[in-house]
């Protein structure tokens, strides 16, 4: 220890109690007001809020800490018995404790924000897997916080331990369901096959929009606001299609149409390619196309394909295109066939 901290530890014990416990809480106030003033006023010139955020959380925890030690100090100054000293002092480590974790969970939370908005730098932490380093995190601090506790209560770790193993394979055998959810929970925040506000559809043909994802449980709205709750031990063993999936949200619309034969397809193709242009649901880009499909049994079989700017649109879009091409064939005189089928009788009178 340096000479100069052994004189004014030396000069302090000759202090009375109360100028002991007047002394730290001046120094309390000072680290407070004025080395964390200090770091506030340089961290408003940076780009982020993630050294704010920090600074702003260590606070309390600072001042209090500095307020323990003096009255503990103030407590050795006054003769006080030395199982109060002890006990008092393992009471404020704790409050301490407590504090300090909580701060690191704040700390920890801003500094996992800051990461996944630079996804170009951190791939693995984005806005989708963020709860589930952020539930990690909180889970080492809040071990952490009941070891160094435990320690500070002079507690035997072993039979604590050997406790919770044997708890831990009864809870296991016991809630085995739920722990698969909370695995495949996690197994989905970190894989991340759909996101929030996607739009998938499920291997038993329910379709809808995602609005959670949970540790235990995935939901999902339809279109008729009706909320489905799934276990993601069922989401995670099933077949999902993610119709938000790839490099943006479009999705494509085929609509199927058949012409009677001899129609003159050039005819039916500008048609087609007319009435795509003119619905304001279909994007520019990429543009629209018809396909010459197959000869039918008793059509011309044509496909119009064009892009809608979110899933959602989708049933919009689709009403709204049947109804134009049904009005522009009529309107051009193109027939729309039904089948028909020849009857041949045969017999003897």
């Known amino acids: 220890?340096?000479?100069?901290?052994?004189d004014i530890l030396a000069t302090l014990r000759g202090l009375?109690?109360?100028?002991?416990?007047g002394i730290y809480v001046v120094v309390a106030f000072l680290v407070m007001f004025v080395i964390v003033r200090g770091f506030l006023f340089l961290t408003r010139k940076t780009k982020t809020d993630l050294d704010d955020r920090a600074v702003a959380a260590v606070r309390r925890p600072v001042f209090l800490t500095?307020?323990?030690i003096g009255i503990n100090e103030a407590m050795e100054a006054y003769s006080t018995p030395p199982e109060t000293i002890l006990l008092w002092s393992r009471i404020m480590t704790t409050v301490a404790i407590v504090l300090w974790m909580s701060?690191?969970?704040?700390?920890g939370d801003a500094l996992l924000e800051a990461l996944a908005r630079r996804v170009d730098d951190f791939q693995w932490i984005n806005m989708r897997s963020l709860p589930l380093f952020e539930i990690t995190a909180k889970l080492l601090l809040i071990g952490g916080a009941i070891y160094w506790i435990m320690v500070t209560w002079d507690k035997d770790l072993t039979g604590w331990l050997a406790s919770a193993g044997v708890l831990g394979i009864a809870?296991?055998?016991a809630a085995k369901d739920t722990l698969a959810n909370l695995f495949a929970g996690i197994f989905i925040l970190a894989d991340a096959p759909y996101k929030l506000g996607d739009y998938i559809v499920l291997g038993s043909g329910e379709r809808g929009e995602v609005t959670d994802i949970g540790i235990r449980s995935t939901r999902i709205r339809t279109r008729d606001d009706i909320e489905i709750t799934l276990p993601n031990g069922v989401m995670a063993?099933?077949?999902i299609i993610n119709e938000s999936g790839g490099p943006h949200l479009k999705r494509r619309v085929r609509i199927n149409v058949g012409v009677a034969y001899g129609s003159d397809i050039d005819k039916v193709r500008a048609a087609l390619l007319e009435v795509a242009e003119e619905s304001e649901l279909f994007a520019n880009h990429p543009q629209p196309s018809v396909r010459f499909r197959s000869f039918g049994d008793s059509a011309l079989d044509?496909?119009?394909?064009g892009w809608i700017e979110k899933?959602?649109?989708?049933g919009r879009a689709v009403d709204q295109l049947n109804t134009m091409i049904y009005k522009r064939f009529n309107a051009d005189g193109i027939e729309i066939p039904f089948p028909q089928r020849d009857v041949h009788v045969h017999g003897t009178l």
Request: proline residues 6%; charged residues 15%.
């Open 1 to 6: 220890m340096p000479q100069w901290l052994d």
């Open 103 to 107: 701060a690191l969970m704040k700390i």
């Open 302 to 305: 044509f496909q119009l394909r």
């Open 16 to 21: 009375s109690w109360y100028e002991i416990l």
């Open 171 to 173: 809870i296991g055998f």
């Open 66 to 68: 500095v307020l323990f």
């Open 237 to 239: 063993n099933s077949k």
């Open 311 to 314: 899933p959602v649109l989708h």
